[in-house]
């Protein structure tokens, strides 16, 4: 039995959160520019909570707008998909799945151009949220009346040119306008491309005087994992369940965060944000922003090597492992939460590195610390560095497991090859890939510098740090004493010193 409108009423009772038919009738109120699973899991997640309980009663269009893939398994399931919400929660496993209806239909922007911008014509569509990578919000040559145009910027600018001239220009008939792109300030990008590209495609003054006034393009930030379709056997576990075949299965973890930039007005319109406490809204969401970018994300950089170089593969292991759960509790919770560069209470820092630690100890999501690792020297500047000089700068004092991570950052990037443009290192005799486009510099400084001044002369480059790191007291003959120590005993002799094993080949 595949997943349908039709075939709901045959559902396994209490297998899954269903939806009641009446949500199909709800007007489409939200034009969506993708299809992938981080919109399906949780701004589309946020709307369908919302329909649920009778509080934003609005269904999403959702246009395609690559051209992998087509749009038959959401006609096949009415739009309909299950969201297996997977994790840990206040330290208890949380498991449920729940049949969305936010979807009301897919149209691909290739072939039904036309019947999208129809929906500039609907009153009642007031909102726009797009995912198209980061690589999607920028600036491109494009002709707004081609069909469609070549950009992601260039169909939005259309799609408002036509509800411009829909609705005559009437002040009410602006959109709010949500990119969850993962870049900083993305409203305010995309609204300054939108706008330049507006100029040269030579629009009428009136329309980007309406452009600007009537329109409101919010920053946001979204912060969910979500791996896409359950394993194999848990999918089909699932299915044996619900007793139903669903093609376009996610899972997600249980946390869930939308931070919207945006008033009270525009609190107004997205009214699903009522639903949820993951959906903040608020004048200023740096707040979130620094949290997730030090805390989570500064932590899992810091983590990865050493993780990685102790031959544990995931973050669930990790947490697994005594020594390493407690080098990541108190690197996060105790050297980075003080030192986060921007101004936060211990509530704040203590709250939010609770539900990571939650995170990290899903068991339902595999989380390879090597693909952690992707792009590690620009993880570590824009992640790590602004904490470490806050620490310096608060406190004036050598932060150990920060100094730990250094290390297992500056050791990991030690490539002994190099095949088809690729380097790659060593881990107990097997080869490893090093994502990073510093590769060839640390290949080359581990060829020519002695190993007794790695750390100095890498900490000391401001090419790489914008910032001479060896200036901070004590900083860099840490760094260079755990890579010596990494070297003849292993990592896992840095992070417990009882362990003489040494596992580096």
Known sequence: MLLSKFNLKNIKAGSAEVPDPA?????????QFGTGVLLRGLPDYFIDKANKQGIFNGRIVVVKSTDGGDATAFDKQDGLYTICVRGIEDGKKQ???????????VLSAKSEWNKILECAHNPEMKIIISNTTEVGIQLVQDDIRRHPPVSFPGKLLSFLYERYKAFDGSLQSGMVIVP????????KKLESIVTELAHLNGLEVNFIDWLEKSNSFCSS???RIVPGKPA???KQTIENETGYKDDLMLMTEVY??????GNEKIAETLSFAKADKGVVIADDIDLFRELKLRLLNGTHTLSSGVAFLSGIATVKDAMDNFQMHEYIKVLMQSEIASAVPYKTTPAQTDGFSTNCLDRFRNPFIEHQWLSITAQYSSKMKLRVVPVLLQYYSLFNKMPEKIATGFAAYIYFMRAVKEEKGVFYGRFEGTDYPITDDKAFYFYEKWQNVQPALIASTVLKDNSLW???LTALAGFADAVQEKINDIEENGMASVIDPLHTKKSIA
Request: glycine share 4%; net charge negative; hydrophobic share 45%.
């Open 23 to 31: 949500l199909f009738e709800l007007p489409e109120k939200v034009l």
């Open 95 to 105: 498991e449920e799945n729940i049949v969305s209806a936010s979807i009301s239909r």
């Open 180 to 187: 969850t792109e993962l870049i900083v300030d993305n409203g």
């Open 221 to 223: 930030l979204v912060d």
């Open 232 to 234: 194999k056997d848990l």
């Open 256 to 261: 869930r965060l939308w931070a919207i930039e």
């Open 466 to 468: 914008g910032y001479d």
